[in-house]
Structures are given as C-alpha cells and as structure tokens.
C-alpha cells in the first residue's frame, strides 16, 4: 500500500487550489526523496535542491490545471526534477572548465555511494543508465509501475518487461561482483579434499 | 548463511537520503509562497470567454478567406493549386443553375487551349458535363465547336503586314490525327464561329 499516494490523493485538491498548506505537505512528503533523486543524477547537492525548488515552483505556478490523483502529481514532480537535471547536464557540457582554486562540492562522494556496499555499486554501474533509473525509481522512490511508465514515456507493459529485466541483470551483475570480490583464499577447503595437493 | 538480494540493499539504500535541512526547507516553502502569491487564477468564465474569442476570430478569418479562396478559384484551370476548391464549389453553385457545371469545362477548355495548355482530358470532362444536358442546350453546340475534329475559331491573325496584324482570321484546327494545318475548314460551315478578341471570348449565332 503506498502510503505517500494516498495521502497525496488527499493534497492534490489543495494544491490545484493554491493553498499554502498542501503545498508546504506535499514539499514534506516528497522534498527529501526528490533530493535524492536528482543528487543521483547530478553528483551535486546544491544543484540538486535547486532543481526541486525549481519543479516546485513550476508547480506552484501551474498547479490549477492540473488533473490527477496523488500519483501523478508525484510523478509530475520527478519528471519535472529528471528534466531540470537534464537541463543542467547540458549547461555543464557547454560551459567550459573554470580554473578554480577550491576542490567542487560534487568532487566529495554521496552519502549514497558511501552506505551502498561495493557490489551492490558495482553491479548498478554494469546496468545500462535507464536501467538502473527504473530500479532506482521502483526500489529506492517508491514509484509504482504506472508511475515510471508515465515518467519515461513508456507503456505500462514496456515498463514491467524493461523492470523484470533490469532486476534479472541486477542479480547476475551483482552475484558476479560478490564472486569477484571474494578472495579464493578465504574460500572454505575440505582438509581431506583429494584435489588439493600440499 | 542466506544470500544477499541486491533489489534489498538497494530498498534499505532509502535509509541513505540525507533531509533537506530546515534552512533549505525554510528558504523553499519561502519561494513557493512567493509563487502561489503571484499566481493568476484565470476564473472559469474568464477561460471560457478566451475560448470563445479564439473561436470567434477563427470564424472571421474562415469567413474571409473561403470567399476569398472561392471567388480566386472560379478563374483556376486544371492543374492550377486551386481548382480542386472550384470543382468542389460547383455542387453548390449547380443547385441555382444546372449548366454552371458544363459552362465551366466548356471555358475551360477554351482558356487551355489560348493558353496553348494540353486540353485533351479537359475536353473529355466537358463532354461528359455536357451529356448530363437537356440536348436542347446551347452548350451542346459549343462542345461541337470545341471537338477535336473539327473547331473553328476566330483569333487575331499575324499578317503580311502591320496594318493587317489586328485583323481577326479563321484558323481551323484538324484533328490530332492530321499533323497539318489547313487554312480551309475540314467540315461543313456552320452558322456559329467562336470568335475571341484581345482574349475575350463570345458566341455569335
């Protein structure tokens, strides 16, 4: 049961109306994941926050035509962050490098690339860069399929089919990094194994 | 010891989002309010009536244009952009006079043919407009002038001289199957000549 859904389903009418209070709600329900979302597109925190406050503000400016349920607002709202990182990543390819003498904020690692273990990084980075946005979407957002269907522009079949396949080659990208990882040493030997030769 | 699902760790990676801090937030909601204060709500009949407007100036300009388009279009040829919006008047126009459609193919072979423009499936169409006619119609007669056998027309003649240049001259044009042109009419003479002069047609009985 999503819970953040349904509560927005109960803000959406407020929000279309304008009111202060359902959008300071939904910018609480949804702000700290948005972040996140768009600090995994750009490596950069502040431009991240950025972002959000942008899409909210979109939203503050057109929400009284708006139609949907929760859902879809929060869908509304990712898309529009995905496409401002978007925006931003083509600023940043444009603009030349600046010589500058202090270190840039996106050079220090992400809380999230720090708590994630190095398989599990490992395993995303071998995902093709859409899908692991699907799986990041569904496992880490919370979106539904439908949500990520809308997001991506994609139909709601499409979309399971993509998400069976990227969590299929999550598993085999991830099994592999453990085996990689693990050291033949420290693998368990039977003292009377008649393959080992002392 | 039981193995480790990565779409688990992947769940549990949530626990990682760092908040947005309360100055962050503060600063945010700040924008928004700032945003929703500014915000123009277009009342529901105020966007009706813009609706209408876009309707309204959009049947002004159709109003303007298609009579336009029509009233270009009755002077177009086959093959001109605007013959197709002639040809789709006609129907109408047939409703006040049943031989609009048959004076209308019948011209416009005539104006092919001064315009030295093939006229062959003109014609043909002008013979079938034709044969929709009552046969006491005086269009029948002019479609004979026109047939390929036998069409005699009147048109300023070139002269031996200058003087003469402006004269008018009866050419009479053979059939496609005779590569000659004679000066003498292949067909028995008629009471009734074509006669155009400085691009005016008329019909003289």
């Known amino acids: 049961m999503d819970v953040i859904a349904d509560e927005l389903d109960r803000l959406v009418e407020g929000v279309v109306a304008g009111k202060n209070h359902a959008f300071h709600r939904v910018y609480d329900l949804l702000a700290d994941r948005l972040v996140g979302f768009a600090v995994r597109r750009l490596r950069d925190r502040g431009a991240a926050e950025d972002a959000v406050q942008q899409a909210f503000l979109e939203l503050a400016r057109t929400s009284s035509s708006f139609r949907g349920d929760g859902a879809s607002l929060r869908a509304w709202l990712y898309a529009s962050v995905r496409f401002r990182c978007a925006d931003e990543h083509r600023r940043r390819s444009r603009r030349p490098e600046q010589p500058t003498d202090r270190l840039p904020e996106a050079a220090a690692p992400e809380p999230m690339d720090r708590w994630r273990s190095p398989e599990l990084t490992s395993a995303m980075n071998a995902l093709t860069q859409r899908q692991s946005l699907m799986l990041e979407l569904r496992h880490v957002d919370g979106l539904s399929g439908q949500d990520i269907a809308d997001l991506l522009d994609m139909k709601r079949p499409a979309t399971y089919a993509a998400l069976d396949r990227a969590e299929a080659s999550l598993r085999k990208a991830f099994t592999e990094a453990v085996e990689s990882s693990a050291p033949a040493a420290s693998l368990p030997v039977r003292k009377d194994d008649p393959h080992v030769t002392s | ?205």
Do not use: C
């Open chain 2, 1 to 205: 010891m039981s193995p480790r699902d990565p779409l688990d760790e992947l769940k549990a990676s949530q626990a990682s989002i760092t908040p947005v801090s309360d100055e962050t937030r503060a600063g945010h909601l700040l924008a928004i309010d700032e945003a929703l204060a500014d915000r123009v709500v277009v009342p529901f009949g105020q966007r009706v009536s813009v609706v209408l407007r876009w309707a309204a100036a959009a049947v002004v300009i159709a109003g303007v244009l298609l009579p336009s388009a029509i009233v270009v279009a009755a002077d177009s040829l086959p093959g001109d952009a605007l013959y197709s919006v002639k040809r789709a008047t006609e129907p109408l126009l047939a409703v006040f006079d049943s031989e609009v459609v048959a004076r209308h193919r019948i011209n416009e072979v005539v104006d092919l043919r001064l315009q030295d423009r093939p006229a062959d499936k003109a014609l043909e169409d002008a013979t079938r407009a034709v044969d929709d006619l009552p046969s006491d119609s005086p269009l029948r007669d002019q479609l004979t002038d026109l047939s390929p056998t036998t069409t005699t027309t009147t048109t300023p003649a070139p002269a031996d001289t200058d003087a003469t240049r402006t004269k008018t001259r009866t050419r009479t044009t053979t059939t496609p199957q005779s590569s000659t042109s004679t000066t003498a009419s292949t067909r028995p003479p008629t009471d009734r000549t074509t006669t155009t002069v400085e691009g005016d047609t008329e019909t003289d009985r």
